[in-house]
Structure formats: structure tokens, C-alpha cells
């Protein structure tokens, strides 16, 4: 019955990081469109022009210096979150005052540069932090500009007078970051492995220099495509005049988003697993584990959810091996890395690991929920606070309604449910409303309704597999 090395070969297995059940939804929540303009009414214009497929916009220094913060808070309060681009760099007091009006304009992300060094750094995410207290905002998440993307090797070694490799620098300044308290940082596309190598999953990396395929690559030296940078590990790509600069800028956004969308690596199966927004290397580590672990089983199951399937995953086979359970925590962690999440939830039993794993790569704290009369709830004194940001994980989410409970207790307590993760979607299309949901692995695995399940018609024996019998 049970069979790991050979799962049901039938089936289309896809590793993604979806922000949302739909590819393209995932690839425009990672996308910032430089709004590369010289007024209010450009930036405007595009906003409206590119809000059908885009809802995040990079305000820089030209359109900035020329329309002020009353810009910044303009378009947020029409709904876009604005990436300031403003790369203070200055002594620690000037750079902590400028971040402090910076996040009064709303702003999602600030940066300054990471050459102001370590108090410069640090005064900076104190800042923010505090100018969002004042002014009963959410705080901006503050990164540190490296080396920019227009400059190559040799402008850096003879014009800058830089004795690191410009690779070599990005990964001191990201650590430096890391160390003073940032959220991330911006680098070229082609230093983005190195960062999240040396910085971890939690650590935000945004990255410019990024040019379609169909587009020219202007004046950045070290560039990317945009599925390359995002196999690479980029969380954000920022995307101008391929866009900006487009006959149809709408048109043209699609396209980059497209070309996000996915890329495919050999599963050594003889057929192909749709890598999103995960680099390879990790995708296929994750894909090997889980089945080198038993985690898939074939037969005739009921599971917990009451239906019937020929495929069971029993991922307390990888949970008993803590190395399996923190790479399957800091992996789904990567995709909430940017939502601030103050605590993870998950329901007992397929949840509890799990949501420890995420949060302990997040750095926040997890608990869980548990069965009880007409439904779930928070023991053992557990209980989340009015306004907490609260994420929901859940090992294999099939038909949600554990899930679906845990987000009831967490928004019953006024808490705000940042969205829903999981290693594994066989739900064939699950809609948690309005929260995204983000999973690991996404297979086409049916289940069916007792009465329509042809398993049962064709006469063979059901079972409960172990690990169902305890949720």
C-alpha cells in the first residue's frame, strides 16, 4: 500500500509559491512598477491605466522631488501600495528623521543605503517603527540599497574604487542589514541567491535589473528575466520602462507577468514539475524529500475530511525528522515573508509542527487549535489579540474546512488573518475568499463523495491511515 518511490505517475505534480490559487494572481503580487515619470498626472495615468493587472508602484527620486510626499499618500489612499525608492544616505539622526516622514506618507517600502553603516542601519528600522506607532500606521518595512544594478565589475573596481567583487559587497551589506534590523534589501538579480543563501527565507529581497525576454536591457548591466530572478529567490521584482515605456503598458505588464508565471525543471520521472517563483535546486530537494519520506501512500482512503481518495499524504513521516519539518517551515515562510505576520496558527494535529516550522523562520510565535464541541478551539490558554496579524498553516489543505474554522476563531478575536499557507493544495481550486492562499506543492489528486467514490463501486476495502485517526 504504501509506495514513496513510485507515487501515482498519473498525476501532475506542481511546486509553486502561489500567492493566490492562480498563477497570474501570484505573479502581479510580486510585481512593482517603477512609476518612471516626471508629474502627478504620468504617474496617475498609469496607475489607472495598470491597475487591472497591477497593485504595487516604485516612486522614485525624479517623480518624488517633483510632486513631494502629498503624491505618495494620494495613491495610497487609492488602494496601490508605493515602494519609495528614495535610498537615504546621510548621518544616522538626518537618515532616522527622513525615514520617520517617510512612513507617515503611507508608504509599503522605504529603503536607505547600505553604506550609511550599522547605526545608520539600525537608526533607520527604529524609525520607522516609531513613526508608524505615532501616526497609527502600519509600519513601512525599511530595506538597504546595495550595489546598484547599472553598475558592472570594472565601473565598480575603477570608478568606484571598490576592492570586494560587486557580489562579494552585496553579501557583506545584506548581512550588515540583516544584523541592524531590516527587513531585506534590493540587489541586482544576479546576487539574489547569494542573499538568500547567507540571510535566510525571512529576509525580504528585492530586485531591479530585471528585463523581459522581448525587452532591451537599456542601461543595467547586471540583469535577469523576470523567472529567472524569481528562480534565483527574489520576492519582488521591480519592472520600469519595459512597461512605463510600452505602447499598451497594460499589454506589456501581462507579459512580464506571464513570463513570471512559471518555468519548468525535469522531476526524473519522465515528466515535468512547474517550478513558481521557487529557485530549482529547492523545488527539487522538497519534490525528492518528500517522497525518499513515505509522505505519499496509494490505496483506498478515507480521509478526514470524510471523502474518498486513492492518494493519502501522510507528511508525519517528513515531521518526524526535524532537518525534513525546518526546510518545509522555512520554505512556506519565504512566501509570507513580506506580510508581517505577528503569529502562526494552525489546527491539530496536520498543523501544529508546521506552524512552529513557519514561525519559528519568521520570528514570531505559533500556536495551535484544537478540536472541541461543534467545531474548533483555542486551549491551553492560547488566544490571539484584536488586530494581531495572524497567518493560518495547515500541512494539506483538501476541502479547507479545518482551516476555514481556524480563520473563524482568529477573526472572531479580531484578529486579522493575513492569509492561509500550506506545503500541500489538493483541493482542485480551493477560495478562501478574499485571503490569499499560498501552498508549497499544489497535485491533482481527486477525492469523491462516499456514495460517488469508484473505489468503493469497484468493491475495494477502505482505510483510515494512522495519521488521519488522530486529527
Known amino acids: ?39 502627478r498626472a504620468g504617474a496617475l495615468a498609469l496607475v489607472e491605466a495598470l491597475r487591472p493587472a497591477v497593485r504595487r508602484f516604485k516612486v522614485g527620486l525624479e517623480l518624488f522631488t517633483a510632486e513631494g510626499p502629498a503624491l505618495v499618500e494620494e495613491l495610497t489612499a487609492r488602494g496601490v501600495e508605493i515602494f519609495l525608492d528614495l535610498k537615504f544616505h546621510d548621518i544616522p539622526n538626518t537618515v532616522a528623521g527622513a525615514v520617520r516622514s517617510a512612513a507617515r506618507t503611507g508608504a509599503w517600502l522605504v529603503n536607505v543605503h547600505a553604506g550609511g553603516g550599522r547605526a545608520m542601519l539600525a537608526r533607520a528600522a527604529e524609525a520607522a517603527a516609531e513613526a508608524a506607532r505615532q501616526a497609527g500606521r502600519r509600519r513601512p518595512l525599511v530595506l538597504a540599497v546595495t550595489v546598484l544594478t547599472s553598475l558592472g565589475e570594472a565601473e565598480w573596481r575603477d570608478e568606484v574604487g571598490m576592492v570586494r567583487t560587486p557580489e562579494e559587497q552585496v553579501g557583506f551589506w545584506a548581512r550588515l542589514a540583516r544584523e541592524a534590523g531590516l527587513d531585506g ?25 530585471v528585463r523581459p525576454a522581448w525587452a532591451a536591457q537599456g542601461d543595467q548591466r547586471r540583469v535577469l528575466t523576470p523567472a529567472e530572478a524569481l528562480a534565483a529567490g527574489a520576492d519582488y521584482l521591480v519592472v520600469g520602462r519595459p512597461v512605463t515605456g510600452a505602447a499598451d503598458p497594460l499589454e506589456a505588464a501581462r507579459r512580464v507577468i506571464a513570463e513570471m508565471g512559471s518555468f519548468e525543471v525535469e522531476n526524473g520521472q519522465g515528466g515535468a514539475d512547474v517550478i513558481q517563483g521557487i529557485d530549482a535546486a529547492t523545488g527539487r530537494s522538497i519534490l525528492e524529500m518528500l517522497k525518499a519520506a ?61 506552524a512552529h516550522e513557519v514561525a519559528r523562520a519568521l520570528g514570531c510565535r505559533s500556536f495551535f487549535a484544537e ?48 492569509g492561509v499557507g500550506a506545503i500541500l493544495d489538493r483541493s482542485g481550486g480551493m ?10 506543492a499544489t497535485v491533482d489528486a481527486p477525492s469523491y463523495r462516499p456514495e460517488e467514490c469508484p473505489l468503493c463501486r469497484d468493491g475495494q476495502p477502505v482505510s483510515v491511515p494512522k495519521a488521519a485517526q488522530f486529527r
Open 1 to 39: 500500500m504504501v509506495n514513496p518511490a513510485d507515487p501515482n505517475p498519473t498525476e501532475r505534480r506542481t511546486i509553486t509559491t502561489n500567492v493566490d490559487r492562480a498563477t497570474a494572481a501570484n505573479a502581479a503580487d510580486r510585481l512593482i512598477v517603477a512609476l518612471d515619470v516626471p508629474d
Open 185 to 209: 534589501v534590493v540587489c541586482s538579480p544576479r546576487e539574489a541567491a547569494l542573499v538568500r543563501r547567507a540571510c535566510g527565507p525571512g529576509f525580504l529581497i528585492v530586485t531591479p535589473g
Open 431 to 440: 477560495d478562501f475568499g478574499v485571503l490569499p492562499f499560498r501552498a508549497l
Open 371 to 418: 478540536k472541541a464541541e461543534g467545531g474548533m478551539a483555542f486551549k491551553r490558554g492560547f488566544a490571539v489579540r484584536p488586530g494581531e496579524r495572524v497567518l493560518v498553516v495547515e500541512d494539506v489543505v483538501t476541502t479547507g474546512g479545518s482551516v476555514k474554522k481556524v480563520i473563524g476563531l482568529v477573526q472572531a478575536a479580531e484578529a486579522e488573518v493575513v
Open 294 to 354: 513515505g509522505v505519499y501512500m496509494e490505496g483506498h482512503f478515507l480521509l478526514t475530511s470524510g471523502r474518498h481518495s486513492r492518494t493519502f499524504f501522510m507528511f508525519s513521516q517528513a515531521f518526524q525528522h526535524p532537518r525534513h519539518a525546518e526546510v518545509l517551515g522555512r520554505e512556506l515562510a519565504r512566501l509570507f515573508a513580506g506580510d508581517r505576520v505577528e503569529t502562526v496558527v494552525g489546527p491539530a494535529m496536520g498543523g501544529v509542527i508546521l
